[in-house]
């Protein structure tokens, strides 16, 4: 089963910029699509975006024009640049396989003060 770990998440001002990374146990290749999900208090988990092997990519509406989701294949990391926060974007943020759903893993925390 494939593994992925999150990493990249903090604190920062309203206003500000992450980079979160998702770095998995198999070839990108081999693997499919890879979403990034994020789980506010109280809230359902949500996909807010998603990149194919071809790369090609999908955005939730609350996060388009402000987020960026990439890959880099030789490293087999899925990487989520995130651009004017919000205080709602607050929440952990986990990535995992949106057409293979593996276990998910401990996720990051993204804290966005206002």
């Known amino acids: 089963q494939v593994q992925l770990v999150e990493s990249g998440g903090g604190l920062v001002q309203a206003g500000g910029s992450l980079r979160l990374s998702c770095v998995t146990s198999?070839?990108?290749?081999?693997?499919?699509?890879v979403g990034w999900y994020r789980q506010a208090p109280g809230n359902e988990r949500e996909l807010v975006a998603r990149?194919?092997?071809?790369?090609?990519?999908n955005y939730a509406d609350s996060v388009k024009d402000r987020f960026t989701i990439s890959r880099d294949n030789a490293k087999n990391t899925v990487y989520l640049q995130m651009n004017h926060l919000k205080p709602e974007d607050t929440a952990v943020y986990y990535c995992?396989?949106?057409?293979?759903?593996?276990?998910w893993g401990q996720g990051t925390q993204v804290t966005v003060s206002s």
């Open positions: 990149i194919t092997t071809l790369g090609n990519t």
């Open positions: 995992n396989l949106p057409f293979a759903p593996t276990n």
């Open positions: 198999r070839s990108l290749f081999s693997i499919g699509a």
